[in-house]
């Protein structure tokens, strides 16, 4: 697969969604997932104009960013506690910040570093035991907690729909719920359904296999 055909087509698709929903485009960020994939795509993707890349691993994120020193990164994986440190000012954002210890590392790792560390709140939209992600009615008291300490800066709430039925009834009550603790920012969206979150307000829409194909197990 062609990384700058597979791009041009998801931006493509990122303008008909935005038209569709009467968004301005500028509003919408496409985050291209390079999970597994190598670093030659990455500068397949940054030469075809790509400018935010996700990675899910600590140590890939770790790897990519220091290898390729001019990108914005952001982290959108699951993040053990212990590998915070990784990711603490290689990230210019952490999507996945889901409960009150990680934030804790977090701050003390950013503030050490002597920076602000912009993050996302992870939602567990459809209450999937096995997930991450805090429950919807506790995200108020995570924010307010996450918003106490020093060197954070909580910008938006990022979620994950369940694999199966529709997703739009998850993206839009992740909408309502910024829009109830005024975050700007949604993460939002995958290949399989990024125009439905365009549609319900994602302002990050994070896509991998659109771009850069299957991914190997
Ligand atoms: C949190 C998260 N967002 C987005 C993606 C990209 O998914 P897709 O390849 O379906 O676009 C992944 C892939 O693993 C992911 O883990």
């Not at 996302?120 to 300490?149: I, W």
Request: net charge positive; aromatic share 4%; proline share 6%.
């Amino acid at each position: 697969m062609d990384v700058a055909e597979g791009l041009a087509r998801v931006r493509e698709r990122i303008l008909a969604a935005c038209a569709k929903a009467g968004r301005d485009s500028a509003s919408v960020r496409l985050v291209a997932v390079t999970k597994t994939k190598p670093l030659e795509m990455v500068r397949a993707a940054q030469a075809a104009g790509q400018t935010v890349f996700g990675e899910n691993y600590a140590q890939d994120l770790r790897e990519k960013a220091d290898a390729l020193p001019g990108v914005e990164w952001h982290f959108i994986g699951a993040l053990q506690t212990n590998k915070a440190k990784l990711v603490v000012g290689r990230a210019a954002l952490i999507h996945t910040c889901d409960r009150l210890a990680l934030a804790q590392e977090l701050s003390k790792r950013a503030k050490a570093a002597g920076l602000t560390q912009r993050v996302l709140l992870e939602v567990n939209v459809g209450r999937e035991p096995q997930k991450a992600g805090v429950l919807p009615e506790s995200v108020p008291e995570l924010l307010a907690q996450v918003r106490a300490l020093p060197s954070l800066a909580c910008q938006g709430l990022m979620c994950i729909p369940p694999a199966e039925g529709d997703p739009r009834p998850h993206f839009r009550s992740l909408r309502n719920l910024g829009q109830s603790l005024g975050l700007p920012e949604l993460s939002m969206g995958m290949t399989a359904d990024f125009e439905i979150a365009i549609e319900e307000g994602a302002t990050l829409v994070r896509v991998g296999t659109a771009i850069f194909g299957e991914r190997n197990p």
